[in-house]
């Protein structure tokens, strides 16, 4: 079993733990998805690269967070729309490299 689907059943286990199942249809996970990236997002906003560099060393912990929801809401859609997201993802690097040569 991969790590991604380990994180996957970790996901799913904790959803169906707490009955949140009948909340997540594929706009509402869209929608959490895009808010929780705009809250990456969120720590950049207005500065400037310097100011950016010195951001990431004080609040690395805060945007993992953030970066851990994304991801948390990645693997709950693709579970749910049943698409291997590590064989698409690993496809999709392919299709990238022979476009961006």
């Given at each position: 079993?991969s790590?991604?689907?380990?994180l996957?059943?970790?996901?799913?286990k904790?959803?169906d733990q707490?009955?949140w199942?009948?909340?997540?249809?594929?706009k509402?996970?869209?929608?959490s998805l895009?808010?929780?990236?705009?809250?990456?997002?969120?720590?950049?906003q207005?500065?400037?690269?310097?100011?950016?560099?010195?951001?990431i060393?004080?609040?690395?912990?805060?945007?993992?967070?953030?970066?851990?929801?994304?991801?948390?809401?990645?693997?709950?859609?693709s579970?749910?729309?049943n698409?291997?997201?590590?064989?698409?993802?690993?496809?999709k690097?392919?299709?990238?490299?022979?476009?961006?040569?």
């Amino acid at each position: 079993m991969s790590d991604i689907e380990k994180l996957t059943q970790k996901v799913i286990k904790f959803r169906d733990q707490r009955n949140w199942k009948q909340f997540n249809n594929p706009k509402d996970i869209a929608i959490s998805l895009v808010l929780e990236s705009s809250e990456v997002l969120e720590h950049f906003q207005w500065k400037n690269t310097e100011e950016i560099e010195t951001y990431i060393k004080k609040n690395k912990n805060e945007i993992s967070k953030e970066l851990a929801d994304v991801l948390y809401w990645v693997l709950l859609m693709s579970h749910d729309l049943n698409v291997d997201i590590q064989k698409t993802f690993l496809q999709k690097l392919k299709e990238n490299a022979k476009k961006y040569p």
